[in-house]
């Protein structure tokens, strides 16, 4: 169940990033947001045992309150919305407006905060995403991080993060390797030229350093991450992680 709402979560997480690129692009979180909403009650639907076989979107509501007693699932009204906003994109090619995506993006984040604790005991804030890292050396490193965080050590839990990002880029050019040798490898080792005790040697260092940021530059555009992203985590992390 975990790992499904952590699942649950991180597709909520991309639905939420696309809600807040310019139109087009942004239109597409309306799918995201019903699909994510539909996984969660899906999932709900099976925990609580409901008998319907193949309910439609809307339909959950009715069958998942019949097992909840005391308590009804909320955001009905907002989710119904959604629902044919979502219709109208889909099948008639209709847009949805920036104040439709700026209302399902909100009303989505409530119905996940206030329906997860009611339906499985947990709160939406606490689930975490480290039940789908596979790496359990990264996982170790990152449930240390989170460690720290709770206990208010925040640039200790910076640090964290950043090793463990580079722990798994470590991890993964291994797994990767062909005779020995990274795909990803840009180059020899540079670190020597630092080292060499030639004339103008503070120049050679000087290229030494720059020809490094360019090997790093290269290898993240070669693993496909978003170079801006990478850029602004370096910011906020360690710089000792980096030497």
């Known amino acids: 169940i975990i790992k499904r709402l952590s699942f649950i979560k991180y ?19 309306v799918l995201m947001f019903h699909d994510s909403i539909e996984l969660f009650l899906n999932l709900s639907a099976e925990f609580l045992k409901v008998n319907k076989k193949d309910p439609n979107f809307m339909e959950y509501f009715t069958e998942i309150n019949k097992k909840l007693n005391d308590h009804e699932l909320t955001q009905k009204i907002s989710m119904d919305k959604l629902n044919k906003v979502r ?24 119905f996940f905060e206030e329906n997860c604790p009611t339906i499985f005991g947990i ?22 991080a989170q460690n720290e965080f709770k206990s208010g050590e925040y640039k200790k839990s910076l640090e964290y993060i950043s090793i463990a990002f580079y722990v798994l880029l ?15 490898d840009i180059g020899g080792d540079l670190r020597f030229i630092g080292s060499l ?34 850029i602004k985590f370096r910011q906020l992390t360690s710089d000792s992680v980096y030497e």
Request: charged fraction near 30%.
């Open 197 to 230: 005790s030639w004339d103008n040697n503070s120049k050679i260092s000087d290229v030494g350093s720059m020809l490094k940021v360019i090997q790093e530059v290269l290898k993240i555009i070669l693993l496909n991450l978003d170079y801006r992203k990478f």
């Open 87 to 110: 219709v109208l994109l889909k099948h008639k090619g209709l847009y949805p407006n920036l104040n439709d995506i700026e209302y399902f993006r909100v009303n989505t984040q409530n």
């Open 170 to 184: 470590k991890n993964y050019e291994e797994n990767k390797k062909v005779y020995g040798r990274s795909p990803f």
């Open 11 to 29: 597709f909520y997480g991309f639905a939420r990033e696309q809600s807040k690129l310019p139109p087009p692009q942004n239109y597409i979180s």
């Open 123 to 144: 709160k939406f804030i606490d689930i975490s995403l480290l039940d789908l890292i596979q790496d359990e050396e990264v996982k170790n490193i990152l449930e240390d």
